[in-house]
């Protein structure tokens, strides 16, 4: 059937549940690590624009602290009040070290200018001037008429006669401070300038950050890496559009300029009002969260190819049963009708079927059972059942409770003497003799009978007594038995006669109760036809002798021969001739037993074939010795002697020689692959044989079992290396398959009592 239904509704399942499911799992953890990467780098960025006005900030605040220091001293205050001539050279010196202390690389301070407009003298770098010959005394004391005493000022150098820095910035950021501090009346000025290329510097983040710049209040750009956008203002300079979101103290918003797209982190600082922002492309930001999209959509590619396989396959092999039936269903019933039904429905149809076939099975089986346990019946009077196994089938059968109730048990046995030719054609003879066995059972009580069952035309009941003596139940089988003839007769018209066994109080006994029972038939030939004829009126009242021959017992010592098994061969036979000659017989009986196990042990030769010649019987006459012999101990020896050890020699050499060749076999398998990871079930597998069979067979050959001998051969193989080759102990413990060397030092050190490199010393020396 080439419906393929089914296979695509399992496909089209297990995708929904597997790879939907897997592409859901894999965007939301895309989003979710996106999201938490972005974060991560959003927030990364607020500590380093963080981090970037610390920095500066501390550097301004050590000189804001350092300078107010200087011009609040006793020194400024006495030399705020000279004109600084010559007699005040001390004074002078000693404020222009104050003034170079103020200078160093941590500070970045380049020129510390103080202005005295009231003593007129201004002192720089270059030393002390008159201010009045100074040419940018007008715009130095244009700065008195500031707001604050002390502020931060972007001053630039081209404004002035005289740069205010020496190096090649052109701006200068400037601690403009009025003096004196400590009055109210200002007549002078304290300019420190620090270049705003050095600040630039502290900026210069590369590799973490896009652009940073630090603008004043008023959002005009005074430190940048670009000088030529310094004194500009950021919505002149094209980084924002607008000023309306630097709302808060800090914070982030994304805007687009200059042709691209930015993510804007800003910080105000308390100290000075200054702003610290940095500009970084939202596609640098991305980069981490595009990379990790990537790596998840091939990822969810290759899981989303590797289910769709493995729900190709999966989904063949669940269908692949379903196939097989239907294909099977199709090519036993092809001529049903399958359009418009799926597999699971032709399916269904045939399991209602095989139900309602299974029905009719039991139903059947139940008829049957009377069948059956007619069987059982019939071999319990036939066979030779043991306790146990008889214990066994009256379980099995429900007639446990019903035969432990009874304490003695009879047998008889009835056999139709005659039919009326003129009221029963041949062909109603089945008729009659299933009549006459229902009649027997109705007339019994049902607990005290077991089933009656047809033995060579005739009928054997067996009938169970609980309570009665043995008189008893002499009297009441005769009534029985005058019953059933009577019924008979007077229904059937028929003729029948009846032997009745002695009674007996184990069911295992039933054998020998329907010996009895047809012994006592035998005896119609004198008494004629219609008669009832008690065992014990023809055998003194004594059971019948059954000799039991002890053929379990033989078939063990024929196994035992066979399997070249020499201890318990001669075990069984022991035990044969004690349960041969433990019956009282006659010696002619006796021979009968012998007779018998000496034709087995023919057979079995004969079998094997084995010849006379291998077990050295030539001329002679085996029945002819063996009935010569008249004492039981001769007779073993002579079986023993003649017949078991030679037939288990010609069985063991045969044996030995396929041993010794599987085991040059394994042995030759062990020496060309010792240096692999070789197995008992391997070499199993390449000699076509069980490996707990090889095993056996090696052990016994060769004393050894496989592990020992390999690891022994292993352990010779690493002593010739060591002696022979200059391979290192790493390199044998390698090629030995030792999982490391110390673990082969350790099992060679045991073997020889020291270590691998001390072998190698003491014998390769000596070689």
Not at 12 to 41: N, T
Not at 445 to 457: G, I, M
Request: one cysteine or more; glycine letters at 2%.
């Amino acid at each position: 059937m080439k419906n393929q239904s089914l296979l695509t509704k399992l496909i089209v399942f297990a995708s929904i549940i597997s790879i939907i499911p897997v592409v859901i799992v894999g965007v939301f953890s895309y989003v979710q690590s996106s999201k938490h990467i972005q974060e991560k780098v959003n927030h990364e960025k607020v500590q380093i624009i963080r981090q970037v006005h610390s920095n500066i900030e501390q550097v301004l605040m050590t000189i804001h602290h350092s300078v107010t220091n200087t011009i609040e001293s006793p020194l400024m205050d006495d030399v705020i009040r000279r004109p600084l001539f010559a007699e005040d050279f001390s004074i002078y010196r000693e404020l222009r070290q104050n003034l170079s202390n103020l200078r160093s690389y941590d500070t970045k301070v380049e020129e510390v200018i103080l202005l005295n407009f009231q003593q007129n003298w201004i002192v720089n770098n270059s030393g002390l001037s008159r201010l009045s010959d100074y040419e940018d005394r007008e715009a130095y004391l244009s700065y008195l008429n500031a707001e604050n005493d002390s502020t931060w000022l972007l001053l630039n150098n081209q404004e002035f006669s005289k740069p205010m820095a020496y190096g090649s910035c052109e701006n200068t950021i400037s601690l403009v401070q009025k003096l004196p501090a400590r009055y109210s009346e200002k007549f002078g000025l304290a300019f420190t300038n620090i270049p705003t290329c050095s600040l630039a510097d502290m900026i210069n983040v590369n590799g973490l950050s896009d652009e940073v710049v630090i603008t004043d209040e008023n959002y005009r750009i005074i430190v940048h890496r670009n000088e030529e956008l310094i004194g500009t203002s950021l919505v002149d300079a094209g980084y924002v559009s607008s000023l309306d979101a630097f709302t808060e103290k800090s914070g982030q918003f994304n805007t687009d300029s200059r042709d691209n797209s930015y993510t804007v982190t800003y910080h105000k600082s308390d100290f000075n009002n200054w702003n610290y922002i940095s500009f970084n492309s939202i596609d640098m930001l991305t980069a981490e969260s595009k990379k990790i999209g990537w790596i998840t959509f091939f990822m969810i590619t290759f899981i989303v190819i590797t289910c769709s396989l493995y729900i190709w396959i999966i989904s063949k092999k669940l269908y692949s049963p379903v196939n097989k039936l239907v294909n099977y269903i199709d090519g036993n019933w092809p001529d049903q009708d399958r359009k418009k039904k799926n597999e699971l429905e032709i399916i269904e149809e045939h399991i209602n079927d095989l139900f309602s076939s299974k029905s009719n099975l039991e139903i059947e089986l139940r008829e049957h059972t009377q069948q059956v346990k007619s069987l059982f019946i019939h071999n319990l009077f036939t066979g030779n059942y043991k306790t146990t196994e008889i214990e066994e089938k009256l379980e099995y059968f429900q007639l446990h409770s019903v035969v432990n109730q009874w304490k003695n048990m009879v047998v008889f046995t009835l056999h139709i003497d005659s039919l009326d030719r003129s009221n029963y054609e041949s062909a109603n003879v089945e008729k009659v003799a299933f009549a006459v066995k229902s009649m027997v059972e109705d007339t019994i009580n049902k607990e005290d009978q077991l089933q009656s069952v047809w033995v060579d035309k005739t009928l054997v009941t067996l009938i169970g007594f609980s309570e009665q003596t043995p008189d008893n139940i002499q009297d009441t089988i005769y009534e029985l038995t005058e019953t059933i003839q009577s019924k008979i007769k007077n229904a059937l018209n028929v003729s029948v006669s009846i032997g009745i066994s002695l009674p007996f109080d184990e069911l295992k006994e039933a054998k020998r109760g329907y010996i009895e029972g047809m012994e006592a038939l035998k005896h119609r030939m004198k008494l004629g036809k219609g008669v009832i004829i008690h065992f014990s009126s023809i055998n003194s009242g004594k059971h019948t002798v059954i000799f039991d021959y002890p053929k379990r017992t033989e078939e063990e010592l024929l196994v035992a021969v066979k399997l070249a098994d020499k201890e318990k061969a001669l075990e069984q036979l022991q035990i044969w001739m004690e349960k041969a000659f433990k019956n009282t017989q006659s010696p002619r009986e006796y021979q009968i037993s012998m007779m018998r196990l000496l034709n087995n042990l023919l057979t079995l030769k004969q079998e094997g074939g084995v010849s006379f010649q291998q077990i050295e019987v030539f001329h002679a006459s085996l029945y002819e010795e063996l009935l010569k012999l008249q004492m039981k101990e001769e007779i073993e020896q002579w079986f023993q002697e003649r017949l078991i050890i030679p037939l288990i020699k010609v069985f063991s050499d045969r044996r030995d020689s396929q041993f010794q060749n599987l085991s040059e076999k394994i042995i030759d398998l062990i020496h060309h692959n010792f240096d692999s990871d070789i197995t008992l079930e391997e070499c199993a597998e390449k000699l076509h044989y069980n490996a707990n069979y090889l095993s056996s067979v090696f052990k016994q050959e060769t004393n050894y079992t496989f592990s020992e001998y390999l690891a022994m051969y292993r352990f010779k193989k690493a002593k010739q290396w060591l002696t022979e080759t200059n391979m290192t102990v790493k390199e044998i413990a390698d090629h030995l398959r030792y999982k490391n060397s110390q673990n082969f030092i350790r099992s060679f050190k045991k073997q020889e009592e020291m270590t691998p490199g001390q072998y190698r010393e003491k014998y390769k020396k000596t070689s």
